[in-house]
Nanobody, 123 residues
């Protein structure tokens, strides 16, 4: 079993910064892609940014130039540094990881989610 634990959400004024952290633990052989998604009120959960094990990043257009997604492969952690926050960034943010686990039937990739952390940006 794999667990993703997030931290770092909160309330911030527009223009401010927040840093979200996510740590994966458990039966982990390796992690392919790690990412952050968000779900605003009444909206679907959408990708914000992700990063491969090799360090290739992908950002949704609305956060390019404001957010970065550093990752530490040795510690199985991924962060989301959010700068110049806007009210429209308000959402519950979820960490996601594509994890290679080893079991009795062999190795397989499974998709895991964190519990979510609230980010609220006031105008």
């Amino acid at each position: 079993q794999v667990r993703l634990v997030e931290s770092g959400g909160g309330l911030v004024q527009a223009g401010g910064s927040l840093r979200l952290s996510c740590a994966a633990s458990g039966n982990i052989f390796s992690i392919n892609k790690m990412g952050w998604y968000r779900q605003g009120p009444g909206k679907q959960r959408d990708l914000v940014a992700d990063i491969t094990e090799g360090g290739r990043t992908n950002y949704v257009d609305s956060v390019k130039g404001r957010f970065t997604i550093p990752r530490d492969n040795a510690k199985n952690t991924v962060n989301l540094q959010m700068n110049s926050l806007k009210p429209e960034d308000t959402a519950v943010y979820y960490c996601n990881a594509d994890v290679l686990t080893l079991g009795q039937s062999g190795a397989a990739y499974y998709d895991y989610w964190g519990q979510g952390t609230q980010v609220t940006v006031s105008s």
